[in-house]
T-cell receptor
């Protein structure tokens, strides 16, 4: 069955290190999204992509980057991890086109920055 | 900011219908109402969406008022596994491309009691 996966599921890193979170979907969806979830803030959009070579900033993009070299993957990179980036990260994908795109979410990655 | 208002929490007895309200008084004519839920520690799960007509699927029913300023998600026979945070989302149309991002509010924490 088609699915969306994230890895690793849990990660502990140190301040200043570069970290990359993987997101892989097998639905052949053009659209992919990264969110973070913190207590008191709900889910907030970090970056999104509408297709290969396309990336866009969301509402909380500072300190994060993404690249889209193929349809299936949208890795999220923290260039220099900060304690404020301790959070749960969710990846999502949706089919292309206007209208009623439904987003499907992965299981999440819990990141702790010490 | 989210364009919806939901009660922070609700309780429901197992086997009874759960009716979750949502206000979206500033909704535009071409914006859809989406419902997602998030069971503890999991990624958000799509439930249902609608534009102006009532909708039903295998999970729930969505009732949208005629003026579209509010809606109600109905879980007809709530089970303990329906305990989750339920998000009502109005689709935000962005300025480029043909796809819309989701803006999550804080949702309603539904607790189904035995």
């Amino acid at each position: 069955d088609a699915e969306i996966t994230q890895s690793p599921r849990h990660k502990i890193t140190e301040t200043g290190r570069q970290v990359t979170l993987a997101c892989h979907q097998t639905w052949n969806h053009n659209n992919m999204f990264w969110y973070r979830q913190d207590l008191g803030h709900g889910l907030r959009l970090i970056h999104y992509s509408y297709g290969v070579q396309d990336t866009n900033k969301g509402e909380v993009s500072d300190g994060y980057s993404v690249s889209r070299s193929n349809t299936e993957d949208l890795p999220l990179t923290l260039e220099s991890a900060a304690s404020s980036q301790t959070s749960v990260y969710f990846c999502a994908s949706s089919p292309s086109g206007r209208g009623t795109d439904t987003q499907y979410f992965g299981p999440g990655t819990r990141l702790t920055v010490l | 900011d989210a364009k919806t208002t939901q009660p922070p929490s609700m309780d429901c007895a197992e086997g009874r219908a759960a009716n979750l309200p949502c206000n979206h008084s500033t909704i535009s004519g071409n914006e859809y109402v989406y419902w997602y839920r998030q069971i503890h520690s999991q990624g958000p799960q799509y439930i249902i969406h609608g534009l102006k007509n009532n909708e039903t699927n295998e999970m729930a029913s969505l009732i949208i008022t005629e003026d579209r300023k509010s809606s109600t998600l109905i879980l007809p026979h709530a089970t303990l596994r329906d305990t989750a945070v339920y998000y009502c989302i109005v689709r935000v149309r962005i300025t480029q491309g043909g796809s819309e991002k989701l803006v999550f509010g804080k949702g309603t924490k539904l607790t189904v009691n035995p």
